[in-house]
C-alpha cells in the first residue's frame, strides 16, 4: 500500500466540504390583506429551463389542497417530502419568514426562485413570484401578483 494514500484521502476529505458549501439564505413573503382565510404558499426552485430543482418552503398542512399550488404540485407530481420544511398556512397580511441552506453553486447558475399561493374559496395564484436567484438579487423586493405583497431574499 502506498503510505501517501491515507494523506491524499484526508486532504480530499478537508476539500469536499469547500466545493459542496452551503449558506443560509432568509425567504421573506408579506402577504397582502386580501381578506381571506390563511394562505398556502409554496416557495421552490426551478433551474434555467423551468425544471423543477428543489421546494425550499411550504406553508400548507393539509396535503389534500397541495393542487392548489399548481406549478409546485405539477413539478413535485406529489412526490415530494416537506418533513423540515413546512409549516402552518399564512394569515391574510402577515410575514411569512423562513431560513433554508442553499449551496453556494445555485447562486448565479440560471435559478430562480418561485412562489405559488392559495385561498381557500378564492384565486390559486400559480408562480405568483419568480425571480433570479443571484448574489446582485438580495434584497431586492418583488411584488407577486395575488396574495404576495412583497418577497425578498437576503443571502
Do not use: E, I
Given at each position: 500500500m502506498n503510505p501517501t494514500w491515507p494523506l491524499a484521502a484526508v486532504a480530499g476529505a478537508l476539500v469536499l466540504p469547500s466545493i459542496a458549501s452551503a449558506r443560509p439564505v432568509v425567504l421573506e413573503t408579506q402577504l397582502t390583506s386580501y381578506g381571506g382565510d390563511g394562505?398556502?404558499?409554496a416557495i421552490y426552485?426551478?433551474?434555467?429551463?423551468?425544471?423543477?430543482?428543489?421546494?425550499?418552503?411550504?406553508?400548507?398542512?393539509?396535503?389534500?389542497?397541495?393542487?392548489?399550488?399548481?406549478?409546485?404540485?405539477?413539478?413535485t407530481a406529489g412526490a415530494v417530502k416537506v418533513d423540515g420544511i413546512s409549516?402552518?398556512?399564512?394569515?391574510?397580511?402577515?410575514t411569512l419568514r423562513v431560513t433554508v441552506e442553499l449551496a453556494d453553486a445555485l447562486l448565479d447558475a440560471g435559478y430562480e426562485i418561485r412562489i405559488d399561493t392559495a385561498v381557500e374559496k378564492m384565486k390559486d395564484n400559480p408562480s405568483e413570484v419568480a425571480v433570479p436567484l443571484t448574489r446582485a438579487g438580495t434584497d431586492k423586493v418583488a411584488v407577486g401578483r395575488g396574495y404576495v405583497k412583497s418577497f425578498r431574499y437576503t443571502l
Open positions: 394562505a398556502y404558499v426552485l426551478v433551474d434555467r429551463t423551468g425544471k423543477y430543482h428543489s421546494t425550499l418552503w411550504v406553508a400548507a398542512p393539509k396535503v389534500k389542497y397541495w393542487s392548489h399550488l399548481r406549478d409546485w404540485s405539477r413539478a409549516g402552518a398556512s399564512v394569515g391574510a397580511g402577515k
